[in-house]
C-alpha cells in the first residue's frame, strides 16, 4: 500500500475543499474520503486504489435518520448500514430496504458500511481486484480479463466490449425501486440527483461509474414519501444461504386496486452493470391483473435485452424467476 | 536434556516429559512464554531444539508492553487509541490498520489475521460495542473511540459466560478463528437476535471456522443466550 496524508475535516465544507484537489472523483483519484472503509481499504491493499490522500469524514455530523417535512425519510450519509436496516421507520415504511441490507455483507461489516459508502461500493469483479489481470476500469484501453475469462457472476444488462462487471449492492436495488434521491455538497453547491440517474453504464469508459466530480461529498439520501397500501419484497438468489453477493435479485414495490397493478416499480440486482431500474417490466405490470402470467411477461420484457457472457446464461432464466418469485411473494401475505 | 528412563519413547514423548519435569508442573523458566521467548531470539532454529522454554499453562498477560512507533517517520500521524480502558498515545505510519496496530504495535495478539480483507471474521473487535473488522480500519480512524478486543473481554481466572461457554461446548479446533467468534458472539447479546439455531447461525455468518465447529459455535451462544 502506497503511504497517503490523512485528514479528518470536521465540516462538510472543509471535506469539499480537500476532494477538490483530486483531478477526479472516479477511478484513480488522489483524494479518497473514507467512512466505513469496507470497499476503499480492500482495495488499498491490492493496489487498485492508490489515493495519496486520505480524507476520513466520520465525525461529519451527516449520520441522522429523520422524517423529511414532506413525510419522506432523510438518511444520513453517514448513517451504517446496521442503523439503517434496524431502524422502526425503515423497517415500518419502506421495509424492502431493511430486507436488502440485511441480506448483504456480515453484520461486522454493516455496522461499519455507510449509506453513501454502500452507494459508493464500486462496480467491480474479481478481474478488477486483481492488478496481475488487464482491467479497462482500472486501466482504459487494456481489456477486459472478465468477457473471455470467469464471468459466471457478472452482468447480463447494461455490458459493454469494455466492461461487464456488476453493481453488487442490494442496498442500491432496493433504494432504485424506492425512487431514492441523492444529496451531494459540492464545489458548486448543492443538488440532488434521482438514483436511476447517478450511476453510468460502463460503455466504453468504464473507469467512470458515477456523476460524482471531485470535491462531491454525499451527505443524505431521501426516500419519497410512502405509498400507503404498497406491498414490496427484496428476494436474492445466490449459491449459498449468506454472505455472498447475488446472482440476481429484485426489488419490488407493488400497490394493488382491487385485483389489478396500480403501480409498480422493479429493480435488479446481480444481474446488471448498475442497479437496474426496470421500466420495461414496470410497463408490463401496470394496469394488469395480479397473476403469475401477468408476473412472466413482466419478467420477459426485463430481460428481452439481455446479453449474456460465455458463463452466465444461465442469469437470464434465473433474473426472470426471480422477478415471478418476488412478485409473487409481495402479494402473498 | 535430562533423560527419563522409558523403554521406548519418540523425541515427542521426551519433550513432553521434560516439560512437565519437575513433578508440580511448573514452568521450567517463570513467566516466559513462547511468544515472548521467539520474539526476544528471533531464529526459528533455536526454538525447535529448546522445547524446555515453553509455558505449560496459560498465565495472565503481562503487563502490555508497548513497541514505540518508529519517532521521525515521514507522515507518521499521532493518535491516541483507547483500548480496553487504556489510552496509548501513538505514532503511526497512517497506513496501519488498527488489527496491524493492536497485534504489532500494542502486543495484543489476541485478535486474528485471517484474510485481511474483511471476509472471515477473524479480526473482530468491538468498537463503541460494536462488531467490526478491524483489518479495514485504520488505526488513525479510531482516535474518540472505545476498543474492546479479546484481551479485554475476560481473564484466565475470570473468564467472560461466553468464553466459559465455548470451553464447556467445545466450541473451537485449531482456536485461531475463536477470538473473533467470541467477539461477535459477545456483540450479538446486545443484538435483536431471533430465537433460534437459524437465527444464531444468521448472526454470526460474518464468522467463518475452517474446523467446522459451527454447531458448537451455536450451542456456546445459546447457552449463554439463555443465562443472560
Known amino acids: 500500500m502506497d503511504t497517503f496524508q490523512f485528514s479528518r ?79 422502526p421507520t425503515v423497517q415500518r415504511v419502506y421495509p424492502v430496504l431493511s430486507q436488502a441490507l440485511l441480506s448483504g455483507a456480515s453484520p461486522q461489516l454493516r455496522n461499519m458500511a455507510t449509506t453513501a459508502g454502500n452507494l459508493l461500493q464500486r462496480t467491480r469483479c474479481v478481474y478488477f481486484r486483481d492488478t ?53 455538497q459540492g464545489k458548486g453547491g448543492k443538488r440532488s440527483i434521482p438514483i436511476h440517474e447517478f450511476y453510468l453504464l ?40 449468506a454472505y455472498e453477493f447475488a446472482l440476481a435479485s429484485a426489488a419490488v414495490v407493488l400497490k394493488l386496486n382491487g385485483n389489478k397493478i396500480e403501480y409498480a416499480r422493479i429493480a435488479l440486482g446481480g444481474v446488471g452493470t448498475r442497479p437496474w431500474r426496470s421500466l420495461e417490466a414496470e410497463r408490463a405490470l401496470k394496469g394488469n391483473s395480479v397473476n403469475v402470467a401477468t408476473f412472466r411477461r413482466a419478467a420477459e420484457e426485463a430481460l428481452k435485452d439481455a446479453r449474456p457472457a460465455s458463463e452466465n446464461g444461465f442469469k437470464v432464466e434465473l433474473a426472470k424467476r426471480c422477478i415471478v418469485r418476488a412478485l409473487t411473494m409481495s402479494t402473498t401475505a | 536434556m535430562a533423560k527419563v528412563p522409558v523403554e521406548s519413547q519418540t523425541a515427542k514423548d521426551t519433550e513432553q516429559q521434560e516439560k512437565l519435569a519437575p513433578e508440580n508442573g511448573q514452568p521450567l523458566l517463570g513467566r516466559v512464554t513462547r511468544r515472548s521467548f521467539l520474539s526476544h531470539i528471533g531464529a526459528a532454529g533455536i526454538a525447535a531444539s529448546t522445547p524446555v ?49 493492536l497485534r504489532e504495535n500494542l502486543n495484543l495478539p489476541g485478535t486474528k489475521k485471517g484474510c485481511d480483507h474483511g471476509q472471515c471474521g477473524a479480526c473482530t473487535v468491538h468498537v463503541n460495542g460494536r462488531r467490526v473488522n478491524s483489518c479495514l480500519s485504520f488505526a488513525v480512524m479510531h482516535s474518540m473511540d472505545e476498543i474492546t478486543t479479546i484481551e479485554g473481554i475476560g481473564q484466565p481466572d475470570h473468564l467472560h459466560p461466553m468464553q466459559a461457554a465455548f470451553i464447556e461446548h467445545d466450541g473451537y479446533q485449531c482456536g485461531y478463528c475463536t477470538s473473533g467468534q467470541i467477539m461477535s458472539a459477545v456483540a450479538l447479546l446486545k443484538e435483536p437476535v431471533g430465537p433460534t439455531d437459524e437465527d444464531v447461525k444468521q448472526a454470526m455468518y460474518g464468522n467463518i471456522c475452517r474446523c467446522g465447529a459451527y454447531p458448537n459455535i451455536v450451542a456456546a451462544v445459546q447457552s449463554t443466550r439463555k443465562q443472560a
Open chain 1, 132 to 184: 496481475a489481470h488487464a482491467c479497462n476500469k482500472r486501466e482504459p484501453g487494456t481489456g477486459c480479463s472478465a468477457i473471455d475469462g470467469q464471468n459466471r457472476t457478472l452482468a447480463i444488462l447494461g455490458t459493454s466490449r469494455d466492461c461487464i462487471a456488476t453493481n453488487p449492492s442490494d442496498q442500491n436495488v432496493a433504494l432504485t425501486a424506492l425512487e431514492a434521491t441523492i444529496q451531494i
Open chain 1, 9 to 87: 475535516p470536521t465540516t462538510v465544507d472543509q471535506a469539499v475543499q480537500l476532494g477538490a484537489a483530486s483531478s477526479t472523483a472516479q477511478q484513480s483519484a488522489e483524494v479518497r474520503f473514507v467512512a466505513g472503509g469496507t470497499t476503499l481499504i480492500d482495495l488499498m491493499k491490492l493496489n487498485v486504489e492508490r489515493p495519496r490522500q486520505i480524507v476520513d469524514i466520520n465525525v461529519l455530523p451527516l449520520d441522522k435518520i429523520d422524517t423529511a417535512p414532506n413525510g419522506g425519510l432523510i438518511i444520513g450519509a453517514l448513517a451504517r448500514n446496521s442503523d439503517v436496516a434496524h431502524n
Open chain 1, 202 to 241: 460502463p460503455g466504453s469508459a468504464p473507469n467512470r461509474e458515477t456523476v460524482l466530480e471531485p470535491g462531491d461529498v454525499i451527505v443524505s439520501v431521501t426516500l419519497p414519501p410512502p405509498i400507503a397500501g404498497t406491498k414490496s419484497h427484496y428476494l436474492k438468489l445466490r449459491d449459498r444461504a
Open chain 2, 53 to 101: 522454554f515453553a509455558s505449560v499453562s496459560p498465565q495472565a498477560s503481562p503487563a502490555v508492553e508497548e513497541v514505540p512507533a518508529i519517532d521521525g517517520v515521514e507522515g507518521a500521524v499521532p493518535v491516541t487509541l483507547r483500548i480496553n480502558g487504556k489510552e496509548h498515545n501513538l505514532k503511526l505510519d497512517p497506513r496501519t490498520t488498527l488489527l496491524d496496530c
